[in-house]
């Protein structure tokens, strides 16, 4: 059963924009939190920018993408996105989506993955 669907990677040149959007099942969106993830070839897994889902907004980014980036939330149909702009070459990813955050402070459901590339 299919919790997390991620949309919206591709190829684009450096300085251009992108716009990911993952829509949840409402049981997970309702959870906690979710939150955008990359891993580029050779390296870890790393947050990109992650909000709460339930009450209040809160918001946390990477400080590489802080004031690139901007993480958003939809109540109403269940989705987050993740718009990205200035995008750099090092932002070339694998990009996951992922929700519910355990005791641990790490999501218990991850997307399947959406290949951002970006050309210098």
């Known amino acids: 059963q299919v919790q997390l669907v991620e949309s919206g990677g591709g190829l684009v040149q450096a300085g251009g924009s992108l716009r990911l959007s993952c829509a949840a099942s409402a049981s997970i969106f309702r959870r906690n939190a979710m939150g955008w993830y990359r891993q580029a070839p050779g390296k870890q897994r790393e947050l990109v920018a992650a909000i709460t889902t339930t009450g209040s907004v809160s918001i946390r980014y990477a400080d590489s993408v802080q004031g690139r980036f901007t993480i958003s939330r939809d109540n109403a149909e269940n989705t987050i996105s993740l718009q990205m702009n200035s995008l750099k070459p090092e932002d070339t990813a694998v990009y996951y989506c992922?929700?519910?955050?355990?005791?641990?402070?790490?999501?218990?459901?991850w997307g399947q993955g959406t290949q951002v590339t970006v050309s210098s």
């Open positions: 992922a929700a519910d955050y355990g005791p641990r402070g790490t999501p218990e459901y």
